[in-house]
């Protein structure tokens, strides 16, 4: 869940937004959902999802930071 990872998870009404590109699971279920450090990052996001003008609580971040595992396998090779 993403309480365990300090992050908070939105998840929509299916249809709510548009799976356009998106490779579903399953396609009557499956929605776009997305994560935050907060509600109201995720509320923002939400907010630029849907074509409203962004209202961020916070200064935008400086920097980005992300993270690629070591020895991430892709291709289901074990090699």
Request: aromatic share 6%.
């Amino acid at each position: 869940p993403a309480a365990l990872n300090n992050v908070v998870g939105l998840k929509p009404s299916v249809g709510r937004w548009s799976t356009e590109g998106v490779v579903p699971a399953c396609a009557s279920l499956d929605c776009v959902s997305l994560f935050a450090p907060s509600v109201a990052d995720a509320v923002c996001v939400r907010d630029v999802i849907e074509g409203r003008p962004a209202s961020p609580s916070a200064p935008a971040p400086t920097r980005f930071r992300f993270g690629i595992p070591h020895g991430l396998d892709l291709v289901g090779d074990s090699a």
